[in-house]
């Protein structure tokens, strides 16, 4: 990381720290780095900031680092951190905030962090079409996209074996009026595929 | 008991024992399941990380037109139930987000049902009906119940059970004449959809899970949860691959196993779809 001055950074992203805490609704200010949401996060191990590290940097307006880290993306939303915290920060919300935020900012998310955002498009895009998910569209596609190619191909036999998998999509009647709430969406909000 | 019920996208995909077998309890328990006409995807794992609206409509959906119906909602799919309760937890409080909402989904909701998830929808049968239906009691069967994250978390919104040390499964499993142990893992996260899309960090969630239930002398997960189902059950052999285990511990959903206490068979619960070889567990209950 580079050597960042935090008085700076906390007048110029002053409107970051705010909206942070208005979209998320959480009263990031009130965390006192105890660090119980770090102790008991099943994916620390893979994060670049842990979530404890996140809050802090949100308190100090660091929104590059954050809009790029890994973190936001590969955080599982299991909400273990948010049951724990004695300030009762609901980190799973904030990480949640950010990660929107990184995806309407137009960042664009590398390694691990790219292969859960392909992931989160390819389900929604089946969503916006069929209404429904449609498990082999979301992993063709998902394979396609994050250039893993091969991934889960070992498991399309097996699933297929035990009829598991569906070879057609079922879309439903609704169909566009679900598509329809993917577009109002965008309309109101902007930035959503 | 009536509920309007959400299957979820993978009641006949990888999920499939779990509808059947739900299907088939709900029907002993004498407790009736109407599908929520044409309901749509409830957004899984992906609308929360792209927009807290369209993360409320894509639920609230579904949500409108079962208050038409006028019935309690309740679905198997843990990460399902995350998510409609969650959105109906928005849309009772939150005025804003509820007249935002209406404007773009077809039937308006104005949050006035309850989501229950069907562990407590089964969890708070009157324990004695469900000891009526019990013809062979799961005797010597010890169960690691493994509730994962999004059942029982946050506690504002799901509230039904408790988020460190659920117990709802586990009265189930006793009352199938099961022993249902007290283990470390309960809620730790699977890694949900971690699975696709990193597999490398979900295995080593999963062999934490897995490494405690055997460690605690289970004979088998019980499981409320198709996504759950398939990081615990499907990876388990990715797990071993990858970091040298040699695990063999089959992975129920818990309608499966009261099934099989209430005498159904195992081809109508769905028993013969799993990866992980049942066989061993079945021969041990008869
Ligand atoms: S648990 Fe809460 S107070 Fe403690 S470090 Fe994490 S966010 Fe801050
Ligand atoms: S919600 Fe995210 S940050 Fe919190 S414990 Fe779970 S994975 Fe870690």
């Not at chain 1, 942070?20 to 009263?27: D, F, K, R, W």
């Not at chain 2, 407790?31 to 929360?48: F, N």
């Not at chain 2, 119940?145 to 988020?163: E, H, M, N, S, W």
């Not at chain 2, 040390?165 to 890694?191: I, R, S, V």
Request: with cysteine; glycine share 8%; proline share 4%.
């Amino acid at each position: 990381m580079e050597l960042i001055k935090v008085n700076q950074s906390i007048e110029k992203n002053a409107d970051f720290i705010k909206e942070v805490g208005l979209e998320s609704g959480q009263p990031v200010q009130k965390c006192y780095q105890c660090g119980k949401c770090t102790a008991g996060c099943p994916v620390a191990f893979a994060m670049d900031y842990p979530p404890q590290q996140v809050i802090r940097m949100v308190q100090l307006g660091m929104k590059d680092e954050l809009l790029k880290s890994n973190t936001i993306w590969i955080c599982s939303t299991c909400h273990t951190c948010s049951t724990r915290c004695p300030c009762e920060v609901e980190i799973t919300h904030v990480m949640d905030t950010l990660r929107i935020m990184a995806g309407k900012s137009g960042a664009t998310p590398a390694g691990k962090a790219k292969y859960v955002e392909t992931m989160y498009n390819a389900l929604l895009s089946t969503v916006k079409s069929y209404g429904r998910t449609y498990e082999v569209g979301l992993v063709l596609q998902n394979n396609l996209k994050s250039g893993k190619l091969f991934n889960g191909a070992d498991m399309g036999m097996p699933m297929f074996q035990k009829g598991k998998l569906q070879l057609m999509p079922s879309k439903i009647q609704g169909a566009a009026e679900v598509a329809r709430i993917f577009d109002e969406v965008r309309k109101m909000e902007g930035g959503v595929k | 008991m009536k509920y309007a019920y959400f299957p979820g996208c993978s009641y006949h995909g990888t999920g499939k024992e779990y509808e059947s077998s739900t299907q088939a309890v709900a029907k002993k328990l004498g407790m009736e399941l109407v599908t929520i006409p044409d309901w749509s995807c409830c957004g899984a794992t992906a609308s929360h990380g792209k927009s807290h609206l369209l993360n409320v409509a894509l639920p609230a959906r579904s949500l409108g037109i079962a208050e038409e119906m006028g019935m309690d909602v309740t679905t198997g799919c843990a990460a399902c139930y995350q998510q409609l309760a969650h959105a109906n937890h928005k849309m009772a409080e939150d005025a804003g987000i509820r007249e935002k909402v209406n404007k773009i989904i077809s039937k308006p909701y104005n949050g006035t049902l309850k989501v229950k998830s069907l562990v407590e929808a089964v969890g708070t049968v009157d324990p004695e009906t469900i000891k009526a239906q019990i013809v062979k009691p799961l005797t010597g069967l010890k169960v690691a119940a493994y509730y994962g994250c999004l059942l029982v978390r946050p506690q504002k919104i799901t509230g039904f059970d408790d988020p460190e040390k659920p117990m709802f499964m586990d009265n189930l499993m006793t009352l199938a004449g099961a022993e249902a142990l007290d283990w470390a893992h309960k809620t730790e996260c699977c890694g949900a959809s971690l699975g696709i899309s990193n597999l490398d960090i979900a295995v080593r969630l999963i062999n934490k899970i897995i490494k405690a239930a055997v460690e605690s002398g289970a004979d088998c997960f019980v499981v409320a949860c198709p996504f759950c189902h398939l990081n615990i059950d499907w990876h388990q052999k990715n797990v071993n691959k990858k970091l040298g285990t040699s695990y063999d511990i089959p992975v129920f959903y818990f309608t499966e196993l009261l099934g099989l206490a209430m005498g159904l068979s195992p081809d109508e619960l769905g028993l013969k779809t799993h990866f992980t070889d049942t066989q061993k567990v079945l021969s041990l209950v008869g």
